[in-house]
């Protein structure tokens, strides 16, 4: 979807089209890949950071 809107606003053939689309998913992966390794390393902080979230909405609700 990406890759069509900026083929069509910028005259892109379907060959660079292709291109974007395969730049565009890399980076889809990568960026997951990279969430999930932070998410691994610092797990307990953040279920630790959710919990003082909920908990603290908890109270407001009181």
Same mark, same amino acid.
């Given at each position: 979807?990406?890759?069509? !809107? +900026? $083929?069509? !606003?910028? *005259?892109?053939? =379907?060959?660079?089209?292709?291109?974007?689309? $395969?730049? &565009? $998913? $890399? +980076? @889809?992966? *990568?960026?997951?890949?990279?969430?999930?390794?932070?998410a691994?390393?610092?797990? @307990?902080?953040? &279920?630790? *950071?959710? *919990?003082?979230? +909920?908990?603290? +909405?908890?109270?407001? =609700? !009181?």
């Amino acid at each position: 979807m990406i890759s069509v !809107k +900026l $083929a069509e !606003k910028f *005259g892109i053939t =379907n060959n660079l089209q292709f291109i974007i689309s $395969a730049i &565009v $998913a $890399a +980076l @889809t992966v *990568g960026g997951k890949a990279i969430g999930k390794e932070i998410a691994n390393r610092n797990s @307990t902080q953040i &279920v630790y *950071g959710f *919990g003082k979230i +909920l908990s603290n +909405l908890k109270d407001e =609700n !009181k």
